[in-house]
């Protein structure tokens, strides 16, 4: 079965939030929305466990606090590169994890996550959160979907992807979790 028909392993992923820095951000199509859901899976990781490993972009400023202040040990990888594969550090700390499947969020969709997005696949899974990924115009985000999709990555929702994370409800992460997306 290729990787956009099979469930996402919960013991066997990382999110990775790629450049959600206040200079870039404010330029963002739907800039709102994007934000507000890398914070829920922020938010989510931290209730499963699942850890998080954060690019920065140098130059953009830093995180925006809204979002680095949900995420326990919070230390990004500093970047020129665009395509994150590329910083021996973002490949060191993938390394650490030995997590085989990759949820995706951040801007800006058609550069730095479709350039990251391509590298991961041949040896990881990918899962790209496209409401919590965008681009400065609809038309890059839209495109940039499109390539990774044809490229054998998952396209999904930040519900889709903490429903099928949790798998069963009335568990506590279920409970804690219920307020992230009511």
């Known amino acids: 079965m290729n990787a956009a028909g099979k469930l996402i392993d919960p013991d066997d992923c990382v999110l990775l939030v790629i450049d959600i820095q206040g200079k870039l951000l404010n330029v963002i199509n739907d800039k709102d929305d994007v934000l507000d859901n890398a914070i829920k899976l922020a ?3 931290g209730i499963v466990g699942m850890p998080v490993v954060v690019t920065e972009q140098e130059k953009l400023g830093p995180t925006v606090p809204e979002l680095s202040d949900e995420i326990a040990g919070f230390s990004p990888i500093m970047k020129l590169e665009f395509d994150a594969v590329k910083r021996p550090e973002f490949l060191e700390a993938l390394s650490r994890l030995r997590k085989k499947t990759v949820v995706i969020c951040g801007i ?13 696949l041949p040896d990881h899974s990918v899962h790209v959160i496209s409401d919590a990924c965008g681009s400065r115009a609809l038309e890059n985000k839209n495109v940039a979907l499109g390539r990774m999709r044809d490229a054998g990555a998952v396209i999904s929702s930040t519900e889709m992807v903490i429903y099928e994370i949790l798998e069963v409800a009335g568990t506590d992460e279920f409970k804690q979790s219920l307020q992230l997306i009511k």
């Open 108 to 120: 800006e969709s058609h550069i730095c996550v479709t350039q990251t997005a391509l590298h991961l």
């Open 43 to 45: 938010k989510f990781a």
